[in-house]
């Protein structure tokens, strides 16, 4: 079950990376918006490479090819 | 006029506009836009008249109309009367802008405006919208009714509200002076209201006396018993009755809860709990005569304690210790009366309170007096007996008897103060009521947490208290009772070193007495009067309902019950109160009936509190435990069995309990010492749940690791992104364009996908709320900007 965004919480990683930068009103909703769908990507990624392995659990490795693409595409 | 906000209907036109649009606004009815002031004069005559025709729909109290009728507002005004007030709606506006009232306006404008008001009268009167004076009030007619239907209800506004008809006849049919006579006509309408709130008044304030008698014939009783020491009499009676008062001045509704409830149940208690104490007795004197008698008279007490703790809390005052050898002689006498009226006093809250104060006061006045065991198991049991006569008598009359009950306690107390003359101090220190109750009847771990609950907590408290302790006692009494022998002998002991001392705080006392109860538990066939405390402790904890109480009682009760080990009373002495623990073992081996009863009183008290606050339900049951199993076991010889058991519990209890007291303090120097620099991150159990959603696959807990590495990592990205977006815009803040931005660039919103799909898709609805403008009704945009 999908629970709240932790609100603060992604405003205190955001000020920690950045101190001097601040964030409009409801912005930190869009960021998590922006996690969720990487995750959301990150998730299919490691699927499917699951898949190409014929394995039906998604193990460490799966997820750290999945993660390398997936990091390459997130960038801004 | 509009400025009473309700008071008067559209009274004054001129002054409408300005003050009606208003009131309108903080309500939010936004959809309506401020009609153009108009000629509120022109509509005032003709709403006048529509208000006459009458209504005979009677009205509803005018409070709720009122309610609804602001709350409506203008916008709601219209959905209150309905479909009738659509029409009347542009008609309506000017009056309502007049009025500044919702429903008053609503209801005068749409009379007057409409020749049809009569339909929207009737609406308006069958939501509720009595308060319109034109519409209720206004018609003589409609305001006679009114007067007819309230006026039996309330004859002193009766005549008011006949000559605010009077006046509201005369105004209503000058429509000049509306404004007046709105406000009069408003005025039969408050009558009315007021009568049948007086009304209600009437019937609280009834209650309120009753617990007013309760007090005074327990006082106009206490100067008949002979036992009153003066030092208890004062101070338990001053206590009482501060207490008392206290008490009631706040919680009058309450107590009348608490006293009600109980009744109920004590008639039945009261007679269970006699044929328990009595088999208890039984069994004790089976085994020990001494023993058996005192842990009895403990259970009983214990038991009598509670429903007089409860007694005490619910009612007040009776109870002033009996002191000596009059409650002594009692006592014994009593004492196969005490056991069938212990069981039955047990169930009812404030049989019990009252026998355990008798319980304490015989305990504690058999320590005082003889620090033999035998006396104080004598009297102790005399007082329980006592108690169980009073409560057995208490139990069949009506629960409306607490006053009786009361008296009945104030008795048994009282020759319980004579004996407790030691322990007055002690008694006194803790709390009048607890330590007289507790004392001994808690010792069978029903009372003794129960009474010092009681002066704490309120009957709810003891009885949850006593049914735990008879819960846990029932398992474990066989196994107590040997320890609790030889634990309430030491209890004595160390009871009658306590009592020596004098001074003794509050803590003590509870330590005492809880050893004293945990012993008497323990050692006796508490098993009866255990049945018979949780069942009252029970019924108790369910009349009183109060939540906050029946924790603890129940927490109490398991303690006493559970004084299957002397630890454990111990265990709770010391959890509650840190100095206590010394003190406790001093006190376990002294074994001093009267300060174990004192210390059970304020032991249960304390214990169950604190264990509850503090101690989670583990420990605190534990604690409770141990502390009814202290309570009762003094006065019993079982202390003397008991003293190993009691050695190795205070040793424990104090682990426990001061672990359990220590929390409390120690973890605030940690945290004020040691300032934990979090980093923030998303919590992983999110991370996990998401992954797991969108995976739709098992996931290895390494897997799970790698995702919040590359979660962080992500964020790292989407931080400089942000930053060099905003900057590049000229900003120093991050904007939701930016964000569309960064995630136009990773593709995940694309000219197929605009990212309002996207919130919409992923984001819960309050989320998506805050985010995408939604247009409402009345050219309203949410969120506003």
């Not at chain 2, 008639?267 to 009595?278: K, L, P």
């Not at chain 2, 010391?574 to 003190?583: A, G, Q």
Request: charged share 25%; net charge positive.
């Amino acid at each position: 079950m999908k629970r709240t965004a932790p609100r603060s919480t992604l405003r205190k990683i955001i000020k920690k990376h950045k101190p001097q930068l601040r964030l409009a009103a409801n912005a930190d909703l869009l960021v998590h918006l922006s996690f969720l769908l990487f995750l959301h990507r990150l998730a299919e990624e490691a699927r499917t490479n699951a898949f190409e392995n014929k394995s039906k659990i998604i193990k460490p490795e799966h997820t750290i090819s999945a993660a390398k693409v997936i990091l390459k595409k997130s960038r801004g | 006029m509009a400025s009473r906000g309700g008071g008067t209907p559209a009274a004054s036109g001129a002054s409408g506009p300005a003050e009606l649009q208003l009131p309108q606004g903080p309500r939010g009815l936004s959809p309506p836009p401020p009609p153009p002031p108009r000629n509120y004069a022109d509509h005032n005559a003709p709403r006048r008249r529509r208000n006459y025709p009458p209504h005979t729909a009677p009205r509803p109290l005018p409070a709720l109309a009122r309610v609804s009728r602001e709350e409506a507002g203008g916008g709601n005004r219209w959905a209150v009367t309905g479909p009738a007030m659509a029409d009347r709606r542009p008609r309506a506006r000017p009056g309502l802008r007049r009025s500044g009232h919702n429903a008053r306006a609503v209801a005068q404008t749409g009379s007057s405006v409409e020749n049809k008001s009569k339909s929207v009268r009737s609406t308006l009167a069958k939501q509720g919208l009595g308060v319109f004076p034109d519409l209720r009030n206004g018609t003589p007619r409609l305001m006679l009714k009114r007067v007819m239907q309230n006026q039996p209800q309330v004859s002193p506004l009766a005549p008011q509200i006949s000559n605010h008809e009077d006046t509201k006849e005369a105004h209503s049919e000058v429509p000049s002076q509306r404004v007046s006579s709105m406000g009069e006509l408003q005025l039969p309408d408050v009558a009315p209201e007021d009568t049948s709130t007086t009304v209600f008044n009437m019937k609280k304030k009834r209650r309120k006396f009753s617990i007013s008698e309760f007090e005074r014939a327990a006082e106009s009783r206490l100067p008949q018993y002979q036992a009153q020491s003066a030092l208890d009499s004062t101070v338990m009676t001053r206590s009482l009755r501060m207490s008392v008062g206290s008490l009631l001045a706040p919680d009058t509704v309450e107590k009348r809860g608490l006293l009600r409830r109980p009744k109920t149940r004590r008639a039945v208690d009261m007679q269970a709990f006699e044929g328990r104490v009595e088999q208890n007795l039984l069994k004790s004197k089976g085994q020990n005569d001494l023993v058996d008698s005192q842990s009895a008279s403990v259970i009983r007490t214990s038991m009598l304690t509670s429903d007089a703790e409860m007694m005490m809390n619910s009612t007040e005052l009776f109870v002033q210790p009996l002191l000596d050898e009059e409650s002594q002689n009692k006592l014994s006498a009593l004492e196969p009366q005490l056991s069938d009226s212990k069981t039955s006093a047990q169930r009812s809250p404030i049989s019990d309170a009252d026998q355990e104060e008798a319980r304490l006061e015989g305990l504690v006045s058999s320590v005082s007096t003889n620090q033999e065991r035998t006396q104080r198991y004598s009297k102790s049991t005399g007082l329980d007996d006592e108690h169980v006569d009073r409560m057995s008598h208490v139990s069949p009359e009506t629960p409306a008897k607490q006053g009786e009950e009361k008296q009945d306690h104030s008795q048994q107390s009282n020759p319980v103060a004579k004996i407790s003359v030691t322990e007055e101090e002690v008694v006194c220190s803790v709390y009048r009521w607890n330590s007289s109750l507790p004392s001994k009847s808690s010792s069978t771990h029903l009372g003794s947490p129960v009474t010092l609950n009681v002066s704490r907590m309120h009957l709810r408290q003891v009885v949850s208290h006593i049914i735990e302790d008879l819960e846990v006692s029932d398992t474990e009494e066989e196994m107590i009772n040997t320890e609790n022998g030889v634990e309430q002998k030491k209890i004595f002991q160390e009871a009658a070193e306590r009592g020596a001392s004098a001074g003794h705080s509050e803590h003590l006392e509870k330590k005492l007495a809880e050893k004293a109860e945990l012993q008497i538990t323990a050692g006796h066939a508490s098993r009866g009067e255990t049945e018979v405390a949780p069942s009252a402790g029970k019924e108790v904890e369910e009349g009183s309902t109060g939540a906050h109480s029946s924790p603890r009682a129940e927490h109490e009760i398991t303690r006493g019950i559970g004084a299957e080990s002397l630890g454990r009373p111990s265990h709770a002495f010391s959890s509650f109160e840190k100095p206590e623990v010394t003190p406790v073992d001093e006190i376990d081996e002294q074994g001093d009936e009267l300060q174990d009863q004192a210390m059970m009183l304020n032991l249960d008290s304390s214990v169950g509190e604190p264990a509850e606050d503090e101690a989670e339900q583990p420990e605190s049951q534990e604690v409770s435990m141990k502390t009814p199993t202290f309570v009762r076991a003094p006065p019993h010889k079982l202390l003397l069995s008991a003293k190993p058991a009691k050695a190795s519990a205070p040793s424990f209890p104090q682990s426990s309990p001061l672990k359990l007291l220590q929390p409390k303090t120690v973890p605030k120097r940690l945290r004020t010492s040691q300032k934990k620099p979090r980093e923030p991150q998303v919590p992983r159990s999110l991370i996990k749940a998401i992954f797991r959603h969108f995976a739709k696959m098992p996931v290895t807990r390494d897997a799970f690791q790698i995702v919040e590495k590359c979660s962080e990592r992500y964020f790292k990205q989407l931080s400089d992104d942000l930053e060099a977006y905003s900057h590049h815009a000229g900003r120093k803040t991050v904007e939701a364009a930016d964000l569309e931005v960064l995630m136009r660039r990773q593709g995940l919103v694309t000219d197929k996908m605009p990212l309002r799909v996207l919130i919409e898709r992923h984001l819960p609805l309050e989320y998506r709320r805050l985010l995408i403008p939604v247009a409402v009704s009345g050219n309203k945009v949410i969120p506003s900007k």
